[in-house]
């Protein structure tokens, strides 16, 4: 085959692979074989670069930043969509379509259905299948050539796959961007420092207008096509839905909810449908779109102005609205957060009316530069909580006051002080989310009192029946309870009397709060309302730990061992545990004869998964990480070995930087440190462990030296030291870098200095390199052949 042919041949097979991929949604190869054939086909690009054609897939992402876009005229021009907002201007429409038809009498319409995807319209030019030219609608005569851009979507096919296209083809639709790429593309935006689009429009349209294509490249846009414009050379089916399912055959991705129906009947059970699915599908839609499915039909109605008369898109309700923020005032969580929250006009706005916002926490309220008075925009997508997402600059009113953090907390009057929330991204760094304030008051802060509780007896923790939010307000109120424990100590005759309580259900109360002394111990821990802690922690916790009291001792290093636990919940779990306050409520509670049904072991795994080598790397040592953690622990094998090092030890770890041997000396000569890291291997002690657990993964088992703990010093004159080691290793011995009293035995070649004498203090067999030499041969390996 010559290099033309195979160049050919795997772009063939790329596209079919990708129209598998995009179109099917059903690969055929794995990703690492298209992988291969992609960097195969670069390649013999690379080799040959007058055989890369603009069509090839290796060229999607290419061509230098533009300074500007160019202006295109539509040869046809793109229409609009007339809206219907309900019923009423639905059967209108089709009365209209009817009429102007001059349809027989109990004749139905034909209607081709889809949902209408709110993104950026534009037009695709093909000529002889080839992708020549992409525009945005623009006004609809002329847009913006962002050829370059829609190149890099990977739903856009550069080259029509089948046959039978016309010679010139322009293929419509909408550029938009899936809900869950555009929660990934703001989480990025927002760590590194930067604005979050408003919505997937704004993302979408942000996206397309960038100037240099390999931004574009890096945005999670998708392509679905709704109608065709030019066709030139060769022919279209004669219905709508019909030239859809033939642009999914030529390479475009067809959306799965496109229907046919019969009427206006079927039209408004369509838009029913759709708008129950709303919420759950992974895009946005903003309606439906309603198509005249034959096209004989939609040329006699033809358009008026701007928008055809054989097309309507039925609106759902909006998800964003202007309202007027009338006030900010703050609330205090179960934690002592205090949150800014919105007292807004209220507003329809994504099926409900909404009267408060959240605004999450003061940065929020400065990067949105709200104040007091603005109009804003308010967007309730789906059942999350309705959110500020923009202020209308243009609309604020003449001194409109900026919003301010108080002083006090406005519930029990105690000082409010600030905390900076850090989190931490995959790659270790940290990155500031923001101030975050607290109310200091705690048990005298009725609101953090009253959400605890109510936390405590939530559903997914004690579960307590019959005690919901409007009784624990009432109790904390009146004084009657003060902490979760004061549950357990309540009498049917204090709650008598009391809104909706009478001798029978005061009884039944009590009798179900008593019935949930006996709990399982993940429910309890989740109970605690712990910052950070949800049901999946909570549920690690009581797994992996077992039993409660270690979980209340438990320090934040180890915590980290355990699954999906990071640093941040690690500290906000021991922060807990250590303070006072909660130490009296979680005694006070156990006073009451809280029980677990489920107090266990330490998991098997967890003592499993607990190396030296995670230890070390656990340690922030400077210029340590897992590397070369795992390095270090190789060499010494055991913490006390660590801990006795010197620079000329430390020196010996294979393959350790200077700067992680000058990293592990700063902390040895770290008192702090030194304590720390025997803190910790103390507990693990505490708790059953012991480092003895990686030597015994290993496959040495009858190994006949399993378990010593040789060290070499001085200079072998008949091998080399690594051979010795390696011998060593062979035979199942440790070997470590410095004597200590687990040091089983030393061999000693001339010129032994310091580590000989302290054999001989320690009264530690030394062997000189002719035993050692004798040694290996007992256990069959011959010197020479190392
Ligand atoms: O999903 C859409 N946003 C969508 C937009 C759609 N499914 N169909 C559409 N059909 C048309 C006509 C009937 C004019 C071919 C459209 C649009 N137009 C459209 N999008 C933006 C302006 C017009």
Redo the contacts with the bound molecule.
């Keep these: 085959m010559s290099v033309e042919q195979e160049v050919l041949a795997l772009r063939e097979q790329l596209n079919h692979h990708n129209y598998c991929y995009y179109v099917l949604d059903n690969p055929e190869v794995p990703d690492a074989e298209y992988d291969r054939l992609y960097q195969q086909l670069k390649g013999l690009e690379k080799e040959h670069p007058q055989l890369v054609t603009a069509d090839s897939p290796t060229q999607r992402v290419g061509g230098a930043p533009l300074g500007a876009f160019k202006q295109v005229k539509h040869e046809m021009p793109?229409?609009?969509?007339d809206n219907a907002f309900n019923e009423e201007d639905m059967q209108s429409f089709n009365r209209r379509v009817v009429e102007r038809l001059d349809a027989p009498a109990g004749e139905v319409i034909e209607y081709a259905c889809?949902?209408?995807?709110d993104?950026i319209?534009i037009s695709l030019l093909y000529e002889e299948g080839v992708l020549v030219r992409g525009a945005t609608?623009g006004d609809g005569v002329s847009g913006e050539d962002i050829t370059l851009n829609v190149r890099t979507i990977p739903t856009i096919p550069l080259k029509l796959t089948g046959e039978g296209y016309p010679v010139r083809l322009e293929v419509?639709g909408?550029i938009f961007m899936p809900k869950q790429g555009f929660e990934a593309l703001n989480a990025r935006m927002r760590a590194e420092g930067g604005k979050p689009f408003v919505n997937p429009r704004n993302a979408a349209a942000g996206s397309l207008r960038q100037l240099d294509p390999r931004l574009t490249a890096q945005r999670p846009l998708e392509l679905?096509s709704?109608?065709v414009g030019i066709v030139e050379g060769g022919e279209m089916p004669a219905k709508h839905a019909d030239v859809l399912r033939q642009l999914k055959a030529w390479g475009f991705k067809l959306n799965a909810l496109l229907d046919v129906v019969e009427g206006v009947e079927g039209c408004i059970n369509y838009y029913q449908r759709i708008l129950e699915q709303r919420d759950s599908l992974p895009y946005e839609i903003d309606g439906v779109?309603f198509?005249v499915n034959d096209l004989q039909q939609q040329k006699r109605l033809g358009f008026i102005s701007r928008a055809?008369r054989w097309?309507i898109a039925h609106k759902f309700p909006a998800q964003e609205e202007i309202t007027v923020v009338r006030d900010v005032e703050f609330q205090v969580g179960r934690t002592g957060a205090v949150t800014p929250v919105a007292r807004l006009e209220p507003v329809f706005v994504g099926g409900v009316t909404v009267s408060n916002a959240t605004l999450h926490n003061m940065d929020e309220i400065a990067r949105l530069d709200l104040r007091i008075g603005d109009s804003v925009v308010i967007r309730r997508a789906g059942d999350v909580i309705p959110q500020v997402v923009k202020v209308v600059t243009e609309r604020r009113p003449e001194g409109a006051e900026p919003v301010e953090i108080p002083h006090r907390c406005p519930v029990c009057g105690s000082d409010v002080e600030r905390v900076q929330i850090v989190k931490r991204t995959k790659s270790g760094e940290q990155a500031t989310e923001g101030a975050a304030y607290r109310c200091v008051g705690r048990l005298a802060c009725q609101a953090q009192v009253q959400q605890a509780i109510i936390h405590y007896a939530s559903r997914k923790a004690l579960e307590i029946d019959g005690l919901g939010e409007k009784i624990v307000e009432q109790l904390v109120e009146l004084k009657l309870i003060t902490s979760p424990a004061d549950l357990y100590r309540l009498q049917p005759e204090q709650l008598i009397g009391l809104e909706g309580f009478a001798e029978i259900s005061a009884n039944k109360l009590c009798e179900s709060i008593a019935a949930r002394r006996q709990v399982s111990l993940a429910r309890f821990i989740y109970g605690l309302g712990i910052p950070d802690v949800g049901e999946e922690t909570a549920r690690v916790l009581a797994s992996k730990l077992g039993t409660l009291a270690r979980i209340r001792v438990v320090l934040p290093e180890i915590l980290t061992w355990l699954p999906d636990i990071g640093r941040e919940v690690a500290g906000e779990i021991s922060h807990f545990f250590e303070d006072e306050h909660n130490a009296k409520v979680l005694d006070d509670l156990l006073a009451q004869g809280i029980e677990f049904a489920d107090e266990g072991e330490l998991a098997p795994d967890l003592a499993g998964a607990i190396t030296l080598a995670e230890l070390i790397d656990r340690m922030g040592i400077s210029g340590v990480a897992k590397v070369g953690a795992q390095r270090i622990a190789d060499y010494f094998g055991d913490l006390e070995s660590l801990l006795a090092a010197d620079l000329q030890t430390l020196d010996q770890v294979p393959k350790l930087s200077a700067k992680a041997i000058n990293g592990v000396l700063d902390c040895l000569d770290d008192a702090q440190w030194v304590e720390r890291i025997r803190l910790i291997e103390a507990q693990l002690l505490a708790f059953g462990l012991h480092w003895s657990c990686e030597v015994e993964q290993g496959e040495q088992q009858a190994a006949p030296l399993e378990g010593k703990t040789y060290v070499l010093t001085g200079t072998l004159e008949q091998m080399a030291r690594s051979k010795a080691k390696a011998a060593l290793q062979q035979l199942g011995a440790k070997v470590s870098g410095s004597v200590s009293k687990k040091t089983d035995c030393v061999v000693a070649g001339p010129g032994a200095g310091s580590k000989l004498a302290k054999a001989n203090e320690l009264g530690i067999p030394v062997l000189d390199e002719d035993q050692f030499i004798e040694l290996l041969r007992e256990h069959s390996i011959d010197p020479d052949s190392l």
Aim: proline share 10%; charged share 30%.
């Design positions: 793109m229409l609009s969509l889809e949902p209408k995807l993104g319209a609608r419509r909408e679905c709704y109608s779109v198509k055809p097309a």
